[in-house]
């Protein structure tokens, strides 16, 4: 017997989409979500209001007509960000959030921040006027170990940041620790995001028999305890915790490389995956709650009006191993094994 569950339209708040022929070739796989967080990590980076709207109209046109996606924009916050702009920006509805990288944490963040104190101004007027502030949580100190750069991040920059400027509403993106996920739980004002792979693999998929690039991403995936913090979160029906799924698209040969880039791309299945998930967890009853409530409730907004219908079926669900962008390939995540769950769009 199949089981359905019905569920309002999932968002997704934290989202890679990139630009040109990449965009062209991703865009159409998150085109069934609600809305969607869009990162503004491109190469130059969306830091003003202005660009931030032509990035969203090469996004609308990229897409398919009638989509129900609506992209929600953010601003790449730099030390010489414009408070007035990031206000107008936001008063306009151009953009819903700003978003900081450290400097050289992560893909195309060399124009982030290292002087946290610099965009102290900015910041400020972000709590005033309810603007999130979404954060990529990893030092960059060459002397602290890659698996410590989140807890690190907590202590050394986040709590400093949040108890200069209380009233800060601040999502701890892609969260990947037991240590962050403690943070969360604690506070006011915070919430966070978790991607579908790291509440599959721990960094044992990364290394075990040989380097899997299509597993590294950053924050990188961390030991097992830390993944079943993440997936007791996720399931665990606390509003702070919800999706954004951190779909990185790159092209193979540049992951598959000396030196490859972090970023998975789960946009085709990460819906399913979670599925399995929380089903394993016993708490299907809380999948809505984490896809399609919470986040929408962080940033001030409704659910979306209309549902989709996910199908438990005895064959697996399947997707693409790989896409086609321009002359690339892009891989899609696996997560190592079959996935019963089918979307249907009730729309
Ligand atoms: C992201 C990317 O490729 O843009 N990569 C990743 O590993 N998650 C950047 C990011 O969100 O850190
Ligand atoms: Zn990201």
């Known amino acids: 017997m199949d089981t359905k569950l019905r569920i309002r339209r999932p968002d997704d708040w ?7 022929e990449m965009l ?3 865009a159409p796989w998150s085109a069934n ?3 969607a967080i869009i990162m503004p990590n491109l190469v ?3 830091v003003t209001g202005a660009e931030a709207a032509a990035y969203r109209d090469r996004i609308l046109a990229a897409l398919p007509e009638n989509v129900t996606l609506r992209p929600l924009m953010t601003l ?3 030390e010489t960000t414009d408070p007035a702009d990031v206000l107008a920006a936001h008063a306009q509805g151009i953009i819903a959030a700003v978003k900081l990288y450290p400097a050289g944490a992560t893909t195309n963040s060399a124009s982030g921040v290292r002087d946290f104190d610099r965009v102290r101004p900015v910041l400020d007027a972000m709590a005033e006027a309810g603007i999130p502030l979404c954060v990529h949580g990893e030092v960059t100190d060459p002397a602290v170990d ?3 750069r989140e807890a690190v991040f907590i202590d050394r920059v986040l709590d400093p940041i949040r108890r200069a400027t209380p009233g800060l509403r601040v999502v701890m993106e892609h969260v990947t620790t037991a240590d962050g996920v403690a943070y969360v739980q604690s506070g006011d004002n915070i919430g966070a995001t978790i991607t579908t792979h790291h509440l599959v693999i721990n960094r044992n998929h990364i290394l075990v028999g040989g380097i899997r690039p299509h597993y590294y991403c950053l924050p990188v995936a961390k030991r097992e305890n830390h993944r079943l913090a993440l997936v007791e979160a996720a399931t665990s029906g606390d509003p702070r915790f919800f999706t954004g799924t951190d779909s990185a698209p790159h092209p193979d040969h540049a992951k598959e490389s000396a030196c490859g880039c972090a970023g998975c791309f789960t946009a085709p299945n990460w819906l399913q995956i979670c599925a399995h998930v929380f089903e394993q967890a016993g708490a299907l009853d809380r999948l809505e709650g984490f896809a399609s409530l919470h986040g929408a409730a962080f940033y001030g907004l409704d659910p979306n009006p209309d549902h989709i219908t996910l199908t438990r079926r005895d064959t697996p669900a399947r997707w693409p191993e790989r896409i086609t962008a321009g002359d690339e390939t892009v891989t899609v995540f696996d997560p190592g094994f079959p996935v019963h769950w089918h979307i249907e769009d009730d729309a």
């Open 146 to 148: 890659i698996f410590d």
């Open 76 to 78: 790449y916050l730099t």
């Open 33 to 35: 979500l609600g809305r």
């Open 14 to 20: 934290h989202l890679h989409l990139r630009d040109r």
């Open 44 to 46: 130059p980076p969306v």
């Open 24 to 26: 062209a070739a991703v």
